[in-house]
């Protein structure tokens, strides 16, 4: 049978095995007696049969038995075979063949086979009898189910068939040995040996001992390797698989305090606590899960337990620490190799020197895994000068003394080296021993480890054991064991001591030829010593008396330390033999040792590293040669950059010309850099890191290495000579030259890959057809990659502070294309006085490798990236942790230059503003310091509030080692606070932000929560201390706090490229001086975009449904009759009063809806929601002005509704008497000419209604209806609007009667105002909002007299409201009264001519003899009709349709039509031209881009309203002229009043009415919706009698013709003539959306585009060249080219009516205009648009406004119109 088979099982058939077969045969026969027998059987040949001969079992399988046999003597004609079994007999059957198989057998079973002859009648002969036993059938699915180091467990199923158990058995190398015999399905192997290879063979048994056949497997115990990663749960990561990204990785077991739970915890928790320099990492030992819930308080007092804890001493099955340790390196590659020697080192332990591979007796020697330990000491030697030694350990040049054991030793060699190593005063457990924790488990993989420490001396006698430095060396396990470990430690030390109890002496004459010094270290007190051996062994080696060191009675083990460090210290002075760790690679060659640094990858990078740093021998020259970009010109670059923004040397020239000038400045710079070749320093670098990854990561830690090493030579002398000069603040001069020195002398990876950035921007300024920018393409995603591997990059060069903007912004680009969709991030930043352990801090919290050096300082910011565990995304939300290292604040290296404070500014604005949390790191040592840094932090945190980002902000007080720190220091932190408020006020003085009175205003900061107390770092005096475990767990606190911030801050993380946006405006805007002024990011602005977007929608949701309401409410009544008793109100005045309520309620519940709807804007998460927080109450107050105005209108035309219902009515009442009147003279000449009976012909007939119609209108009392004096009550509404402006204003109105107003054009007299000096005359701006104002004013009036109502005191009232409102836009210009007065004198005396016109034509109209004669031919036709006894049904049916529902469903849907135009335009294709006043902006802009007509552009600047309003007229008629979108909408409406009617006239038909009057009067009353004219109703109903059925059934006909009439009536009108008359003017609506406050810029006249009509602060996105608004110089007259988003932060000045031609600073503007926050271009190209189009049309726009064409910069002619469209895009942030 065949099984499966793996690597490491192998199943095989074995031999068949022998089933027992049993015969039965005829009993033995004498020969006579055969002989009677066969004549007996001849005889009875026919009589019965012979039975089969030769019986016998052929084949027997586990379920089958085949028989055969030969032919027996005689007739045979077939046989009869059977089976039986357990006396059962069973497969009886007949054969003709000499075999038979029985199948389907039970297996194991003994079964019993018969076979007979038989013969043609059927006789059988005598059965002859066979039995056999099957085969038993192996065991089923033999699998290895588990594997230890000395252990196999096999598993199997049950077999089919009989089984009694099963033989196992084990074999190796061909031996058989562990064989036994079970029952069980499983066996386990125990006690083997590790590492081998064994087969398994498993048999089925039967009772009578019958086997199956073997199912053979093969397995490999494990090595106690391969077992102890198995435990640890390392065995995925080996070989050397384990990353340092592995380890440092966000997850939730780095911020828990979950102790170890079993075996698989031990590594990571070892690791987390190393990552974070934690002196008892190495104390780690698993606590079960039932020791930790156990009941604490269960004291019994039962004894018996004893036994057990005697008996057992330790239940918990522990791994020695070293064995841990050993692992970690086996299992990690060698980047995280190198980290945990750095961070053991850091805790003064000692790290692995030669590392075992386990199983084997290779081992290798950690070279590169101890490359990145430097260490700085003061030998005694260097005392005189106060000198001191730092270096890379491995190169440093020690004597190195070993340790080692040979066979048992009775005392912990580990124990003695640790006291050995510490002084009284300092002890550390340098090496792990016996008595620590864990110490005394087996070690199971940790023997031949070889560890190496250093001693290193502080310079002080007092407390130095050795007087110079000594690396020692201890060696794990007995050397008989490890020769090859104890062979090199013999070649590379001075000394070798050797613990011993029992001496063996032939294994020590084999290193007679060593050159260390031997010592043997023996404890007399052990059983097991002998003097003789000991003295044999001396002899054998040449040992005198000083190389034997004992341990007798009278010694204790402080003596006995003693006395051993003396010695070593007289081997430390007088030895000669010293080595570098770098040189014991040559040992490791010769003795087949491996050396880490041997692989292909280290040994290629290193030779590419050398090859670069190996030509460094003067690092300012070099950089001169080699990185020549960075230098000079980059600095040069810089400071152009910031002098665009900030134009402080610009004085009297001209802005424009001046930053046109900077530009070509900046141009010649770049072409000086592209003129430069890539050096072949950078060929090489960039060469190198193009290399795959692990030679890349190789390459730059080589680099790293050999530049530190550069570096620290130079700058180590630099920086203590630094130091004390500037403990005299009077070397200045000396501090600077020092200062420039060490800037000039540091060379690390970030000024190569600094050069590497310049490149690119050198390349990116190229056309994009170059072929050295094509060639340099790939360079942002190299360093993209190197930000994934957790390299550190600069993000703002220090040297030049300044940011390589277009290099960082591919490199963040290329990262988030590499990454996404997992990009989002949060940002960590650290800010703090220099040296103070910011670096060591972030490297303590996240394990990171910041550069701490001494002889090196952060410079600028460093960004590195932090990968976060899939799982703990959900926790804070976001893929990766960006931290952010930055340069000290107010540092000493920066201290003494002029721009120091404006460095330290920028970069805390900048890291603050890009970072969610924000470490204040602050050493109590320099709380000299810790105010000036406060200050910086504050303004940051202060611009960050006002920009619309509130970081969190953590307070780090290091150095404070009181347990009792936090409260203790409560008051300290009352005195911070304090100091913070203060700092905030002076502040936000200093920002022009003065409502932030308190630190809390600007930022979430709670004094007992935000801040930390964090020990010194250093456990005692270094270089011998270990890093302190108070700061160690004091960092790990706050780094929990600091992700549990993260967890549950609201806002979402960013991406990558929302990094990258809030990186460009905030450098941006700190290259401003006036940075919130400045600041302008294109994140906000979406964010803003879109609550403008949402806040429109819902303010026009409100809006519509307000006028919907109110055009119900006019219609209620307007079809209110007064003289009807059955109406719901008892007169006019109660629906009046009832609709007012129900206004206000309405009013009320959409006003709370929308700020409802506000509220919850701003608590969603995502959208950026938080950085327009502070515009909320903006929007609030917008919504509670737009319920003001609404109210007011819709109150104002229920008042006039009302009013002109009651006027009409008493009409009405006076026409329906008259009426009446002649319908009964009309009656009565029916019946008098019936009477008759006469036959009269037409004319007859004319003649006698024409003499009864003159008759009876001379008899009616007809009074006319008198005229009103319309300019009397517009009068005394203007005097009451002017009563609060003094007698002056009532004096003016006297002057001049208001009826001789009006009728001329309203001009201003020049003579009465000063002229400007810059703009044009003053005269001009004001005739210009008069104008815009008169028009405003005009429209509505003709509104109102289209409507063809009668005139109410609300229409002027609203007119006077326009012009307040348009002069309170225009409030800057000063208006004097006597201005105020002469225009409202003028629109009102116009309007009061159109209101008086209107109010005559009113009356006339409904003038009551007049509508008598308007009716007299209806009334002649109805006569004859009633007198001939026509029939009146059809006529009537369409005199109603035509006359009555006509216009009201005309006017029906000219109400509806005006919302559903605006809805269309705010859907589709439009919807962000009128989404928000920002976009309505970019879409006019860019039209008149697209036609570009100098006309257009001139109405757009200087009517800008009137232009507005045209432009979206277009708009509308340019999306209903094509297509049938507007006889669509008509339709809808049409169809929905129609078919009202229709399903009126059936509901009223069911009615049965008494006659037809009554039964229209029910249809009038059903059609609540239309607005029946009452005039044509009353004349509807005179002399009427059809018939109600026919008249319903022609009225049904009638509608249907009436609409299909009204169909096509629509349709022929023209497009533009079809927006006349309705209800709502949509041009009008949507300009009032998007005009906004309509503020504009009071230098260049751009239109405010802020959100909500109640903002505070009016701005725009983009400003034009202040020419173009019609500025001048004084002397030239030529116009002006300067753009005011410049000239702001320049230091030029301005004069004004608003100064009163004073002379003002532009970058105080805000004190003449303090709304207007006029913002920063974010680029030099941001105003491209504008400076193209003055460029095209100067000469035009000149000539246009009286002026000489202006001096256009040489920069603006080369700007095209793509260029102008793109600026476009970039300024409205158009993606």
């Not at 009675?553 to 402080?558: L, P, T």
């Not at 910011?861 to 799982?871: G, N, P, R, Y």
């Not at 804070?876 to 290296?893: A, M, Q, R, W, Y």
């Not at 705010?1466 to 919807?1471: A, H, I, R, V």
Request: glycine residues 4%.
């Amino acid at each position: 049978m065949s099984t499966m088979s793996s690597d490491e099982e192998e199943f095989y058939d074995a031999d068949d095995s022998v089933s027992n077969v049993n015969h039965v045969e005829e009993e033995n026969r004498s020969p006579a007696s055969q002989q009677d027998s066969l004549h007996s059987q001849c005889h009875q040949t026919h009589e019965e049969p012979v039975p089969p001969e030769k019986v016998q079992v052929s084949e027997v399988t586990f379920n089958s038995v085949c028989l055969s046999w030969d032919t027996p003597a005689g007739e045979v004609w077939s046989y009869r075979v059977s089976c039986s079994c357990d006396g059962k007999t069973f497969q009886e059957m007949k054969t003709h063949s000499n075999s038979h198989t029985f199948s389907n057998l039970t297996p194991g079973k003994e079964y019993s086979f018969h076979v007979s002859t038989q013969l043609k009648n059927g006789n059988l002969s005598k059965p002859v009898v066979i039995s056999a036993h099957l085969q038993p059938v192996p065991p089923e699915k033999v699998q290895v189910s588990e594997v230890t180091c000395n252990s196999v467990c096999l598993s199997w199923d049950t077999p089919s068939g009989e089984v009694w158990g099963y033989r196992v058995s084990c074999s190796c190398d061909g031996k058989t040995f562990q064989e036994t015999k079970t029952h069980s399905n499983s066996h386990t192997f125990s006690n083997l040996t590790p590492g081998m290879k064994y087969s398994f063979h498993v048999s089925t048994q039967l009772k009578n001992g019958n086997l199956s056949k073997s199912v053979v497997t093969s397995a490999h115990s494990k090595t106690q390797l391969e077992s102890l990663l198995e435990d640890l749960g390392l065995q995925k990561y080996y070989p050397g698989k384990l990353s340092l990204s592995d380890v440092l990785k966000i997850e939730e077991k780095t911020v828990t305090d979950d102790s170890a739970e079993c075996h698989s915890d031990l590594s990571w928790c070892f690791l987390k606590r190393l990552m974070m320099v934690n002196v008892t990492a190495r104390n780690v030992k698993c606590t079960p899960v039932s020791e930790l819930t156990s009941d604490a308080t269960n004291e019994s007092k039962d004894l018996d337990h004893l036994d057990d804890m005697v008996n057992n001493p330790n239940l918990c099955d522990t791994i020695n620490p070293l064995d841990i340790v050993t692992a970690l390196f086996l299992c990690s590659n060698g980047f995280l190799q190198q980290e945990i020697a750095l961070k053991m080192s850091m805790c003064q332990f000692s790290v692995p020197l030669l590392l075992p591979s386990s199983g084997t007796h290779q081992c290798t020697l950690m070279l590169w895994a101890m490359r990145d330990i430097v260490k700085k000491y003061r030998p005694h030697s260097l005392l005189e000068n106060k000198g001191f030694t730092e270096e890379r350990i491995v190169s440093s040049e020690l004597p190195m003394v070993s340790f080692v054991r040979l066979g048992e030793c009775s005392f912990s060699k580990s124990a003695i080296l640790n006291k050995l190593l510490s002084n009284s005063q300092q002890y550390h457990d340098t090496f792990i021993h016996r008595d620590m924790e864990c110490g005394d488990s087996p070690r199971k993989i940790s023997d031949g480890l070889v560890e190496i420490s250093w001693y290193l001396p502080c310079g002080n006698k007092n407390m130095d054991i050795f007087a110079e430095s000594v690396a020692v060396a201890n060696l794990r396990g007995d050397i008989a064991s490890f020769e090859k470990q104890y062979s090199f430690l013999c070649q590379a030390s001075a000394a070798v001591f050797v613990f011993f109890d029992n001496m063996d002496s032939q294994f020590l004459l084999k290193g007679q030829h060593n050159k260390a010094k031997i010592f043997l270290v023996c404890n007399v007190q052990c059983k097991s010593f002998s003097l003789d051996a000991l003295k044999k062994v001396a002899a054998e080696l040449n040992l005198n008396k000083s190389n034997i060191i004992l341990k007798n009675k009278q010694m204790n083990d402080a003596d006995f330390v003693k006395n051993l460090r003396n010695i070593v210290r007289d081997v430390v002075n007088n030895t000669e033999t010293k080595m570098q760790v770098e040189q014991m690679a040559n040992i490791a060659d010769k003795l087949e040792i491996l050396v880490d640094e041997d692989s292909p990858e280290c040994k290629s990078a290193k030779q590419n590293a050398d090859a670069i740093t190996k030509k460094i021998q003067d690092i300012p020259k070099y950089k001169d040669d080699q990185l020549l970009l960075q230098g000079k010109l980059w600095k040069e670059l810089t400071c152009l950059e910031k002098e665009e923004c900030r134009l402080k040397e610009a004085r009297d020239e001209n802005i424009e010309t001046y930053k046109s000038n900077l530009q070509e400045k900046k141009r010649k710079l770049r072409k000086q850099q592209n003129d430069y070749d890539m050096s072949s320093a950078m060929g090489c670098f960039i060469q190198a890191i193009s290399s795959p990854g692990l030679e890349r990561s190789y390459f730059l830690k080589w680099m790293r290495i050999n530049l530190d090493n550069l570096s620290r030579e130079k700058l180590s002398g630099l920086r203590e000579q630094y130091k004390e000069k500037c403990q005299n603040s009077e070397n200045k001069e000396e501090i600077k030259d020092l200062d420039l020195q060490l800037s000039n002398s540091s060379l690390g990876i970030e000024h190569f890959l600094r050069e590497m950035g310049q490149l690119y921007e050198c390349a990116a300024s190229l056309p994009e057809t170059e072929a050295s920018r094509q060639q340099l393409r790939h360079l942002p995603r190299l360093c993209a990659e190197l930000l994934l591997d957790g390299f550190p990059v600069e993000l703002v060069d220090g040297d030049a502070s300044n940011i390589p903007m277009r290099w960082v912004a591919d490199v963040l680009s290329t990262l988030n294309d590499m990454v996404s969709p997992k990009n989002k991030i949060l940002v960590i930043t650290v800010l703090g006085v220099q040296s103070t352990g910011k670096s060591t801090l972030l490297n303590t919290m996240f394990g990171v490798q910041f550069a701490v050096s001494s002889g090196r300082c952060t410079r600028g910011a460093f960004m590195l990236l932090i990968k976060v565990e899939e799982d703990f995304k959900k926790v804070i939300n976001c893929d990766f942790l960006v931290i952010i290292d930055t340069e000290g604040l107010k540092s000493p290296e920066l201290a003494q230059l002029d721009d120091s404070y404006e460095h330290d500014h920028e970069l805390a604005t900048l890291v603050v503003g890009l970072s969610d949390v924000t470490i204040i790191n602050i050493a109590m040592e320099n709380l000299t310091e810790m105010k000036d840094i406060l200050q910086i932090v504050v303004h940051a945190f202060l611009r960050m509030k006002e920009v619309g980002k509130k970081p969190k902000c953590q307070f780090v007080h290091q150095n404070v080692s009181d347990v009792s720190a936090h409260d203790k220091n409560v008051r300290d932190r009352t005195l911070l606070l304090q100091q913070l408020n203060e700092m905030t006020q002076a502040a936000a003085r200093m920002e022009k932000k003065e409502e932030n009175k308190n630190f809390t205003d600007v930022m979430e900061y709670n004094p007992d929560t935000g801040n930390w107390y964090i020990p010194g770092l250093w456990q005692g005096n270094p270089p011998m201390a270990p890093v302190s475990a108070g700061y160690s767990e004091a960092v790990y606190e706050l780094k929990k706090n600091i992700v549990k911030i993260l967890g549950e801050t609201k806002s979402t993380a960013n991406k990558v490229l929302d990094f990258l946006e809030w990186t460009k405006s905030l450098w941006t805007a700190v290259k401003h001086e006036n940075f919130i002024f400045s600041f302008r990011n294109s994140l906000v602005a979406d964010a803003y975009m879109t609550l403008c977007t949402n806040f429109n929608k819902w303010e026009w949701e409100f809006k519509k449904h307000m006028y919907t309401w109110t055009t119900t409410a006019e219609r209620n009544i307007a079809n209110f009759d007064t003289s009807e008793a059955e109406t719901e109100e008892p007169n006019l005045d109660n629906l009046l009063c009832r609709l007012s309520n129900d206004a206000l309620s309405e009013l009320s519940k959409w006003e709370a809806a929308l700020l409802q709807n506000l509220e919850q804007y701003f608590k969603q998460s995502d959208g950026h929601v938080h950085l327009v927080e502070r515009y909320r109450e903006d929007f609030s107050n917008s919504t509670k002005s737009l319920r003001g105005r609404l109210e007011s209108s819709v109150l104002n035309q229920l008042k006039a509704a009302a009013d002109i219902q009651q006027g009409n009515s008493k009409v009405k009442r006076l026409n329906k008497d008259h009426t009446k009147k002649l319908e009964d003279k009309v009656f009565q000449l029916i019946y008098e000419c019936r009477k008759n009976n006469a036959d009269m012909t037409d004319e007859e007939l004319d003649k006698e209604f024409d003499k009864m119609w003159d008759k009876t209108v001379s008899e009616l009392s007809l009074t006319d209806l008198k005229v009103s004096d319309i300019f009397g009550k517009v009068e005394y509404q203007l005097r009451i609007n002017l009563s609060h402006k003094g007698s002056h204003a009532s004096e003016l109105l006297s002057q001049r009667k208001l009826p001789e107003c009006g009728k001329e054009s309203f001009k201003i007299k020049p003579e009465v105002w000063y002229k400007r000096i810059f703009r044009q005359d003053f005269t001009t701006a004001l005739q210009q909002m008069s104008d815009s104002i008169i028009k405003s004013c005009k429209e509505k009036v003709s509104g109102h007299v289209q409507k063809k109502t009668n005139y109410h005191d609300t229409y002027i009232l609203e007119i006077l409201h326009l012009i307040d409102e348009g002069l309170n836009k225009s409030k800057d210009l000063q208006i004097s009264i006597g201005m105020e007065v002469a225009l409202k004198q003028h629109i009102c005396g116009k309007s009061a001519h159109d209101f008086q016109k209107m109010h005559e034509d009113f009356i006339e109209e409904n003038d009551p003899l007049k509508c008598l004669d308007k009716n007299k031919d209806k009334y002649r036709v109805d006569f004859k009709d009633i007198f001939l006894k026509r029939d009146q049904c059809q006529k009537k049916a369409e005199e109603f349709a035509k006359l009555c529902l006509r216009p009201a469903v005309e006017a029906y849907v000219s109400s509806s039509l005006g919302p559903d135009v605006i809805d269309a335009m705010l859907e589709g294709d439009n919807s962000a031209q009128f989404g928000t006043r920002i976009l309505f902006q970019y879409s006019i802009l860019k039209d008149l881009l697209s036609e570009f007509k100098f006309k257009k552009y001139l109405s757009f600047i200087c009517s800008y309203e009137d232009f507005a309003k045209t432009w979206i007229f277009d708009q509308i008629l340019k999306k209903f002229s094509n297509g049938t979108k507007m006889s669509e909408l008509e339709d809808r409406h049409l169809t929905k009043s129609t078919d009202h009617i229709i399903k009126a006239i059936k509901e009223v038909q069911m009615k049965k009415s008494k006659n037809l009057l009554e039964f229209v009067e029910e249809i009038r009353k059903e059609l609540k919706e239309l607005v029946i004219p009452q005039d044509a109703f009353v004349a509807f109903n005179i002399l009427n009698n059809a018939n109600q059925e026919q008249f319903a059934h022609y009225l049904t006909i009638s509608v249907e013709e009436m609409k299909q009439a009204l169909r096509e009536s629509f349709k022929q009108k023209d497009t533009k003539d079809r927006f006349e008359g309705l209800g709502m003017n949509p041009q009008d609506e949507l300009f009032k959306k998007v005009i906004g406050c309509g503020k504009q810029c009071p230098f260049c006249t751009a239109p405010c585009e802020a959100g909500g009509e109640a903002h505070k602060e009016h701005w725009a996105s983009i400003h034009r060249p202040q020419g173009l608004g019609q500025f001048r110089w004084h002397d030239s007259k030529k116009l002006v080219t300067d753009i005011c988003s410049s000239a702001v932060n320049s230091e030029m000045r301005f004069r004004c009516h608003a100064t009163n031609y004073e002379s003002h600073p532009y970058q105080k503007y805000r004190e003449i205009f303090p709304d207007w926050n006029i913002q920063a271009d974010s680029s030099i190209e941001a105003s491209d648009y504008w400076k193209y189009v003055m460029t095209e049309f100067n000469h035009k726009f000149a000539q246009t406004h009286g002026a000489k064409s202006a001096d256009i910069p040489s920069a603006w002619h080369d700007i095209k119109r793509d260029s102008a469209e793109k600026s476009l895009n970039v300024s409205f942030n158009v993606k």
